[in-house]
């Protein structure tokens, strides 16, 4: 049955913070270093042993499923750069997936272990679906946008149009749903727009580009590298960087299957420090990253438009510029904070489907039903690291 949900709650609280990025550039790890963090793990740095086949404490390679996204570069660059083999656990070349309910799908039926994956449908999957599956650390902070055509000046200029999001149960839909009723407009699904709503679809990134320089979209909210892509063609402009509208936000997590975390502990071990590394190395080899992504075959846009995404300039006209909202962070802890946040935003956003649970839900116990952040809390500690104090800040 199509509806038009009812408006989200005008005036949404705002909140200061005071943060530091958890995985900063400064203590990258060297080679030293990284010999030194592998010696200290204990039983699972037996990985690659004799009579182990070279399969590293599975017994089989880890299984990796992945959307093009650059949200998945820590992921990409862990396999790529024998990180995951280095630290104990052998790993398949990652799975290209095409769609979100594709990814879940494959992890949900076992047919992959580990994926990156938007943290809301994290929730949604654990808690309504009771799907097996737990967040174990986030993939990155940042890195995507609210992308319009050049007719679309302000945010009030998207009444009665379309906007594309990845899907339902993301940051995208949630922080769009809250930028359109900010500015008077109210968000529909499933039918045409009046003159003050705006029509929110779901849409493949890969297929946005193309909808949005057609003009069957009048914008887009996505992930990069798809809004640099845009940009590059002329096919739009970057309207508002959501890291302008939720400081330092997780879009996505790096989410496992339960049972590779009661079969296989120390292979989940290895995977979050090979993760740790992964992201240390991005944060200081952000052009190598974008020749590695798109040299290696992992992502199919330009390597400009990957290079773009990783290394974006400063914008103008952003509401709060000390936040650097337009940087692809790589910060691996997952605060229960921000899963704190996210149900509160949860709860005024529309959805195409069942939000029932979340009526239910707690968002302070949110966190604990979801995350298991045992596993990257060690690996962190493993390389010195401490997790610092976090508050989230919220401006429309």
């Known amino acids: ?49 004799p009579g182990d ?3 590293g404490l599975l017994g089989r390679p880890l299984r990796v499923g992945y959307l093009p996204v650059t949200d998945a570069a820590a992921l990409l660059v862990a396999h790529h750069r024998g990180l995951w083999e280095a630290a104990g656990v052998a790993s398949a070349p990652p799975v290209l997936f095409r769609s979100w309910d594709a990814v879940g799908q494959a992890l949900v039926v076992g047919e992959v272990d580990v994926v990156h994956m938007l943290l809301p449908m994290a929730l949604q999957l654990r808690l309504a679906q009771e799907a097996p599956v737990r967040v174990v650390a986030w993939g990155h902070t940042n890195g995507s946008a609210m992308v319009t055509s050049t007719s679309v000046t302000e945010t009030a200029r998207l009444a009665g ?39 929110l679809v779901v849409m493949p990134p890969a297929e946005m580009v193309s909808a949005l320089a057609s003009g069957s979209i009048a914008g887009m909210t996505v992930a990069d590298p798809f809004g640099a892509v845009a940009e590059l063609e002329g096919a739009g402009r970057v309207h ?18 339960q049972e590779l975390i009661d079969t296989a502990p120390d292979a989940v071990h290895a995977l979050l420090d090979g993760l740790v590394m992964a992201q240390d190395w991005l944060e200081a080899h952000r052009q190598e990253a974008a020749e ?12 400009t438009a990957v290079a773009r995404a990783l290394q974006r300039p400063e914008p ?4 709060h510029p000390d936040w650097h909202g337009e940087r692809l962070g790589f910060s691996a802890f997952p605060h229960p904070s921000c899963t704190e946040q996210l149900v ?48 989230e800040e919220v401006s429309l």
Request: hydrophobic share 40%; aromatic share 4%.
């Open 344 to 391: 509160r935003l949860l709860g005024d956003t529309a959805v195409d489907g069942d939000r029932s649970f979340l009526e239910r839900l707690d968002p302070v116990q949110a966190h604990d039903l979801v995350v298991d952040d045992r596993f990257v809390r060690a690996a962190l500690e493993r390389v010195g690291r401490t997790v610092p104090p976090r508050r």
């Open 53 to 55: 086949g070279g399969q």
């Open 1 to 49: 049955m199509r509806t038009r949900p009812g408006r989200l709650r005008a005036g949404l609280r705002r909140t200061t913070v005071r943060r530091r990025d958890l995985l900063g550039t400064a203590g990258h790890l060297a080679s030293l270093g990284v010999v030194a963090s592998l010696a200290g793990r204990g039983a699972w740095q037996a990985a690659g042993a």
């Open 161 to 199: 149009r379309r906007l594309a999001v990845p899907y339902w149960w993301s940051i995208h839909s949630v922080l769009s749903q809250h930028l359109v009723a900010a500015c008077g407009l109210r968000p529909v699904i499933g039918v045409s727009p009046g003159p003050q709503e705006v029509e």
């Open 240 to 257: 508002r960087l959501l890291g302008d509208v939720w400081r330092d936000h997780a879009c996505c997590g790096v989410v496992v299957r």
């Open 316 to 319: 103008g006209g952003v509401s």
């Open 292 to 303: 590695l992504l798109t040299g290696g075959g992992w992502l199919p846009q330009s390597q």
